[in-house]
């Protein structure tokens, strides 16, 4: 016979074929791969270079029985079947081959003792079963019992014998042991499994059924105990009595595959060679004979394109489950939707999955929602908590930088790194709060929460384009369930949890810095309608919504030419999200977690750091769903963007010196500042993403000009203007600033007044140092503190906690100038950053927060405290 590869599954063919056959070994997780060692450094390096050649193997113990050929593809394609025709082989080559069969024939071992494990699983409760079947409270009948359980006890005794037979022996090993013997007998009793597989079916099927009738039946059907292998911290693994029947099926389709590898590395002159013949013959000959009753169960594993089942997408995707937040691996299939959690690894072990549920697309909906109808409260994790996340994964880049520069080896550099990678998945777990629900037909709901609208608009496209070609529902047994989670072990696209530990040493760190957009216009629309853009791009690992342009009504063909200032921390990508805004609400239907504005296309754009070096306008276009954006992207790194540079001109009000503009305007509090504020006070407390979107930077622009003429018109100017580019007029005017508010003097004291663990002790110091600003900047800074504490009250509508907004103003209010950077300057290298400029920023926040956290900030005399609360500011 012979054994075709069918994309990841197996197909046995009826007729066998004497030579070109292609082998393909399946592992216990139903995938290929390579075996773990068997103990020692010779057999590990052959091991490893069997993974390199790309060799599959086959077995479903934690040793299996690999392909231990050191000739070429063509020879290790070879299948020998016949008699192995004699060769001049050198001393040397007999000598290695007769060594392979002693690694071959202790894969073998180690896999009858695991296969034993499972036997002996399945006859433990046979015996208390079969004790209460004769008394008045029977668990299951004896008939049941036989029925079920049917050839087990035989099965195990043939295997143990067989498995006391060779050990011995290899045990005891020379070139010269003979093994045949026991391969040939083990070959003769395969009629036990012809038996066993005959009444296969009837057994799971009255398993099923007294699953169904007795709950004590179904609690131990489902907690079977088999012993694990000696290295694994656990002695034993939890199987169901499903997949444990189905171990002999399993195992049958083997038994060929292995006296093919041991029969190789036979030379025709050992005494093994015929029986080996004699045994594989049997096996074979078996094998085609039951071939149409495994066949369909080995193809339920099939995915190669046209068969039964393919794998179309996967990601790593956080469920809320019962209000805990827990980290999923989601497959979807031609035909189902497959939930599954990543077994932690221990012991050199290959990934293993443990299916959470699946659900055939046939069964699977969005469930439309009216506003009145109760949605499950997500629970949101604080900003804080998330800033705290992201202070760590700093310092820990910071620290695994430093041990790497020091040599100091590679123990502290792996615990770091492991830490590192602790800290990144709790923030990947913690940070996504954009629902995406999934129905099941038989009533049960599944919530996802995503970081963005783009990734939840492509699981929707793609199961709704796929749910077009389906059209039969149905369930799967466990053992079909289990090869299928098994499977994806292989068939996986996106291999590891998206943290910056996974990545290659040569990949790039991502942009820091800010990249200026311009959205120009689109093209594509089929009708008129009002249509707005938003801009996202990735930060430590998921997507953050960015800038939105303004809504262009009527139209299908928007003119948008709007700028905005985006900044990067270690982002690789672009976003680009086109929406039809829909303003009579209450007659839209919604999808479950979906905004009412409806999307009409999303695309991306990759972030190169070469192409962006230069600084200069790019160009480019963004295809998405027959519509067409047209962008222009400038970058700019942080050493260059944030330098503070004075403006030559002392007469203007951005880019000179706080005191000079109050002193010119006889205020407290420069005039810039109080009409920014006023204005949003006005008609942005209740905008969501105030100060946190990005405005229109060529309004930005006409307002500073405005304001640095000393226009008498800018009042009216700010009226008519979007209020986010009034909200970034006021951040420029302090980025501008040719001194941080905070000053270049005290910033490294509040520095470290912030790091200080005594609260006492940082009060005291953090008071003393902002009351010892400058008048013009401690009255500025109060009045705005006073604003943004005013913000914060609507965070319910606007969505800006304290913690946003000391994100956004706490470097722009501290940002030391050029000349006091604790960054080193390198123009050759403008794109990358090291991660201490996170911690500084992170520290820009932390000093911010404090001061808003505060309930009140004494004056240190009356006379302050009167200015504070003068009507001129």
């Not at 197996?10 to 103990?39: A, E, H, K, M, W």
Request: glycine residues 4%.
């Amino acid at each position: 016979m012979s054994l075709v590869l069918q994309g990841h599954g197996i197909l046995l063919q009826s007729q066998v074929q004497r030579s070109g056959q292609t082998r393909s070994f399946l592992d216990n997780n139903g995938s290929f791969g390579t075996p773990p060692g068997y103990g020692c450094a010779a057999d590990r390096a052959e091991e490893q270079r069997r993974h390199q050649d790309g060799l599959p193997y086959i077995d479903d113990s934690p040793s299996s029985s690999p392909h231990l050929s050191s000739k070429g593809r063509d020879s290790r394609d070879a299948l020998v079947s016949g008699a192995l025709e004699s060769t001049k082989a050198s001393e040397l080559d007999l000598e290695k081959g007769l060594e392979m069969r002693k690694w071959v024939l202790s894969g073998i071992l180690a896999s009858e003792e695991t296969y034993l494990s499972h036997l002996e699983a399945l006859l433990l409760p046979m015996k208390p079963l079969k004790a209460a079947a004769t008394t008045s409270q029977p668990v299951l009948t004896s008939q049941q019992i036989e029925t079920i359980f049917f050839k087990v006890p035989e099965l195990y005794e043939i295997h143990k014998e067989f498995y006391d037979g060779l050990f011995p022996r290899v045990q005891q090993w020379s070139h010269q042991q003979r093994v045949g013997d026991l391969f040939q007998k083990l070959a003769s009793q395969l009629g036990v499994y012809r038996a066993f597989v005959d009444n296969y079916g009837v057994a799971m099927e009255m398993a099923e059924k007294c699953c169904q009738a007795n709950a004590q039946f179904a609690e131990i059907s489902e907690n079977l105990r088999a012993r694990s292998n000696k290295d694994a911290k656990d002695p034993t693994t939890k199987n169901s009595l499903e997949t444990l029947l189905y171990k002999p099926v399993d195992r049958v389709t083997r038994s060929t595959l292995v006296l093919h590898d041991l029969l190789k590395h036979t030379p025709t002159s050992h005494p093994d060679h015929p029986l080996l013949q004699d045994a594989l013959r049997i096996s074979q000959n078996f094998l085609s004979s039951i071939n149409e009753e495994i066949t369909p169960r080995r193809q339920s594993m099939t995915v190669k394109k046209g068969e039964h089942r393919q794998l179309l997408k996967d990601s790593f995707m956080v469920e809320l489950v019962e209000g805990a937040r827990k980290l999923r691996h989601v497959f979807l299939f031609t035909d189902l939707l497959l939930c599954t959690k990543l077994k932690k690894q221990s012991g050199g072990k290959t990934q293993q999955y443990d299916c959470k549920w699946y659900i055939p697309l046939t069964d699977l909906s969005f469930q439309m929602v009216d506003e009145s109808e109760a949605v499950p409260n997500i629970p949101l994790v604080p900003d804080e908590e998330l800033d705290a996340l992201k202070i760590k994964i700093s310092q820990i880049k910071s620290d695994i930088q430093r041990e790497k520069r020091a040599n100091k080896g590679s123990k502290a550099t792996e615990r770091l790194k492991k830490k590192l990678s602790e800290q990144e998945s709790l923030l990947l777990l913690m940070s996504p709060s954009m629902a995406f629900r999934v129905h099941s037909r038989n009533g049960k709901s599944y919530t996802f929460l995503i970081s963005s609208d783009y990734e939840r608009a492509e699981w929707r496209e793609n199961i709704r384009e796929q749910q077009k070609k389906c059209f039969k529902s149905f369930s799967l047994t466990s053992v079909e369930l289990q090869m299928l989670t098994n499977s994806c072990v292989k068939l996986q696209t996106v291999h590891s949890i998206p943290l910056t530990i996974n990545k290659e040493d040569d990949e790039s760190p991502g942009l820091y810095g800010f990249l200026n957009v311009i959205v120009h216009s689109a093209t594509g629309f089929k009708q008129s309608s009002n249509l707005y853009c938003t801009l996202e791009v990735d930060s430590f690992g998921y997507f953050v919504n960015k800038a939105k342009t303004r809504v262009y009504r009527d139209t299908a063909e928007p003119n948008w030419n709007e700028e905005f200032e985006i900044e990067l921390e270690g982002s690789q990508t672009l976003r680009i999200l086109c929406y039809e805004k829909c303003y009579n609400k209450t007659k839209i239907p919604k999808e479950d977690g979906e905004s009412t504005d409806r999307l009409m296309g999303k695309g991306q754009v990759q972030l190169d750091p070469q192409a962006l070096q230069d600084r200069d306008w790019q160009r480019t276009v963004i295809a998405m769903n027959g519509i067409e954006v047209k962008l222009s992207v400038k970058f700019t790194s942080r050493e260059f963007s944030l330098k503070r540079m004075p403006s030559r001109k002392q007469t203007g009000v951005f880019g000179v010196k706080i005191a000079v503009v109050t002193k010119r305007e006889r205020s407290k509090v420069p005039y810039v500042v109080r009409q920014c504020v006023e204005e949003i006070e006005r008609r942005g407390m209740e905008e969501v993403g105030i100060y946190r979107v990005s405005g229109v930077a060529t309004d930005i622009q006409a307002l500073k000009a405005a304001f640095d003429v000393n226009n008498k018109d800018v009042s009216v100017m700010m009226s008519e203007m979007d209020v986010n580019a009034i909200a970034g007029t006021l951040k420029l005017y302090f980025r501008e600033l040719p001194e941080p508010l905070f000053t270049d003097e005290f910033y490294p004291n509040f520095a470290e007044g912030i790091a200080l663990s005594d609260p006492v002790a940082k009060e005291s110091c953090m008071l003393n140092l902002l009351l010892s600003l400058p008048e013009a900047n401690l009255l500025t800074f109060l009045f705005l503190l006073d604003h943004l504490k005013r913000v914060a009250e609507k965070e319910a509508v606007n969505k800006m906690s304290l913690h946003n907004l000391a994100t956004v103003f706490g470097p722009t209010l501290l940002r030391p100038s050029e000349k006091e950077s604790k960054l080193p300057a390198n123009p050759s290298q403008p794109i990358t950053m090291t991660d201490s400029w996170s911690l500084e920023v992170m520290s820009q926040v932390q000093v911010l927060l404090y001061f808003l956290q505060l309930e009140a900030i004494p004056a240190p005399d009356s006379k302050r405290q009167s200015i504070l609360f003068s009507t001129e500011v």
